[in-house]
């Protein structure tokens, strides 16, 4: 049978994989650009924490704009810079206005930092650090936040037949008993995100800490490390403020109901 000549190029192409197609580029580390000024809009122990930290671990220059211990003086200069949407971190890129911790960390490691703090982009680690990256946020933060707000409400009598914090804290757990970190072998941006709600929904017993001696393990190894001391130096001068009450108690262990989720 006769092929099309186009579908026959293109076959003959894939079989002698030339260099510069893209399976067979190898990998090459991007140029760095240069960085632009950066202020970093913090409050004492939130989501911004992950930006100073990060900038500490990368030796990157970045103003900090907050008034420690002062968490009336520290709103108002976020609400000056963004009043449509004052959330910590907020960070002035050059002369662009970022939130969304996650996309601010990508943003100055592949432009800036290109290679760093990330496992090859082909190792066996990457998928797992991208997805540890996305989890942070996505499931386990914001589960715990839900939960939190549930148990202030109206405390549970039952573990809920959805997804719940002790789940998405159990995930984590389950992947450090292999791993010594989120980004697989090395620390990487991943340990970055996933500190924050890992210590949310411990501190806030929101679950029982006790129950989870990996993640606890590797919360004492990120608080060895020189920059995460560096950042707290910076970043919480004067300890925390403004703290939410903790639970009483973690929500209530046991099985779920066995209803099917809707
Ligand atoms: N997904 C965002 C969440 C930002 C966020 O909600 N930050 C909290 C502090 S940790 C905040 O500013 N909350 C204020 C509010 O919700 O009014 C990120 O990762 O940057």
């Known amino acids: 049978m006769k ?5 026959g190029l293109a076959l003959a192409l894939a079989a002698t994989a030339l260099p510069g197609t893209v399976e067979a580029a190898p990998q090459r580390a991007a140029k760095a650009t240069a960085l632009p000024p950066i202020t970093i809009y913090h409050l004492e122990g939130r989501r911004s924490e992950r930006i100073v930290w990060l900038m500490e671990e990368l030796g990157l220059p970045y103003e900090l704009e907050f008034k420690p211990a002062d968490m009336a003086a ?17 960070v002035k890129y050059g002369d662009q206005v970022l939130v969304e911790s996650g996309a601010i960390i990508d943003t100055i490691v592949n432009r800036h930092a290109p290679g760093r703090l990330t496992p090859p982009l082909n190792s066996p680690d990457y998928p797992y650090h991208l997805m540890w990256m996305h989890y942070a946020e996505g499931s386990l933060a914001s589960r715990a936040i839900a939960d939190y707000r549930v148990w202030m409400i109206k405390p549970p009598t039952e573990r809920s037949r959805l997804v719940d914090s002790e789940q998405v804290v159990q995930f984590a757990e389950d992947y450090l008993a292999k791993h010594p970190w989120f980004g697989g072998a090395e620390f990487s941006t991943a340990d970055i995100m996933m500190l924050f709600p890992l210590n949310f929904a411990m501190q806030l017993n929101i679950v029982d800490k006790d129950q989870f001696p990996n993640v606890n393990a590797w919360r004492t190894r990120i608080e060895a490390r020189p920059a995460y001391k560096r950042m707290l130096a910076k970043a919480r001068p004067r300890g925390m403020v403004g703290n939410l009450p903790a639970l009483p108690r973690h929500a209530p262990a046991g099985p779920r109901a066995s209803t099917p989720v809707r």
Do not use: C, E, Q, Y
């Open 3 to 7: 092929r099309p000549l186009i579908a």
């Open 74 to 90: 520290t709103s108002a200069a976020l609400r000056g810079i963004n009043p449509a949407m004052p959330v910590f971190p907020t």
